[in-house]
């Protein structure tokens, strides 16, 4: 098998994947955000990390809209089209072209929630959410629909899925939960239920860079054909098993992005990579609990990655 057949087995039953994949994303400097400067940078990153599969970056934020001054102003949220996307689907052209053959390729997906904080900033938008749900998703609806212009671009250019990130669910985010569902769930399942239906490999991930989760109750039924979420939840901690039988699908993780991996050495990522290794579920996909930080030692992330491929399960 090469490295796209050793990743899409995963999602067999009837299949013993080869070995175990691994992969770790990060984001590149501002220069390698767009066009044909990404795609070099990702087929590099790529080749040198000996990583299993090819995760597109997305680094289009949306705007900063002054005018966002209270919940009824989220009606003058624009939407935008194609054209505002270029740069990200230029990338995404040349990687499918480069790399598709070699490897499944997937496109970073912000939920409509994520977005609209790049707008009004997050504490704004959890502001106005807590103030008028129902006005401020009027808002998240043209996001969102902006995403899936982005989306379907995408799915044009032959990607074959997608890493949807999804917050807003974190402990004590709303004093009402009614507020998630109102104006965070409806539209991240607008844009999931899309990406499901027309793509061949999805991963969930239940991201956790603004805060922790007492649960994960609100996202186990979110479509995705892996899932990616941090093992830190409330005041327990679940083990690869856990999470795999908590969301009925292959997990992938294993290395927490700010420890060992971003500061270790490579024998020290190898031997943390090991421990992991020896807990890790049959069906597994390695990886961090989130994206690395952008300075994190290309050799330690290829450290982890060689020592789950000459893994051998006892």
């Known amino acids: 098998m090469n490295k796209r057949e050793a990743v899409l087995s995963l999602l067999d039953d009837t299949q013993t994947p080869p070995y175990i994949p691994a992969a770790f994303f990060l984001h590149f400097p501002t220069e390698f955000h767009e066009g044909q400067a990404a795609v070099e ?11 299993d ?25 624009p939407r935008y089209g194609a054209d505002f996307f270029e740069g990200q689907l230029k990338a995404v052209e040349g990687l499918v072209q480069a790399l598709k053959s070699e490897a499944v390729v997937i496109v970073t997906l912000y939920s409509p929630f994520m977005c609209a904080g790049q707008m009004s900033g997050r504490d704004v938008l959890l502001q106005h959410l807590k103030q008028d749900p129902e006005a401020v998703k009027k808002g998240i609806e043209v996001v969102t629909d ?20 999804t917050q807003g669910g974190e402990a004590g985010q709303f004093d009402d939960p009614s507020t998630f569902d109102i104006a965070i769930q409806p539209y991240d399942l607008a844009v999931m239920n899309e990406v499901n239906e027309k793509c061949l490999f999805n991963i969930l991930h239940v991201c956790d860079y603004e805060k922790g989760y007492d649960d994960f109750s609100r996202f186990v039924s979110y479509p ?14 679940l083990t690869m098993q856990a999470a795999t039988h908590l969301f009925g699908r ?4 294993g290395l927490e992005r700010l420890g060992t991996l971003a500061n270790g ?18 069906r ?10 952008g300075d994190t030692s290309w050799d330690n992330l290829k450290a982890a990655i060689d020592t789950a491929h000459a893994w051998e399960r006892e």
Not at 53 to 77: C, G, M
Not at 284 to 293: I, S, W
Request: negative net charge; contains cysteine; proline residues 7%.
């Open 284 to 293: 597994f996909f390695l990886g961090a609990d989130c994206t690395v930080p």
């Open 224 to 237: 995705g054909d892996i899932v990616n979420c941090p093992l830190h939840v409330g005041d327990e901690t």
């Open 250 to 253: 292959p997990f992938m993780g």
């Open 41 to 51: 940078k990702h087929i590099k990153y790529f080749q040198y990390t000996g990583m």
């Open 265 to 282: 050495t490579p024998d020290e990522v190898r031997q943390a990579t090991k421990s992991v290794l020896q807990a890790a579920p049959e």
């Open 53 to 77: 599969l090819v995760k597109i970056q997305y680094e289009r934020t949306f705007p900063k809209i002054a005018a966002l001054q209270k919940p009824e102003d989220w009606n003058k949220v």
């Open 146 to 165: 902006s995403l899936l212009t982005f989306v379907r671009g995408c799915i044009e250019l032959g990607v074959d899925g997608f890493y949807t990130s």
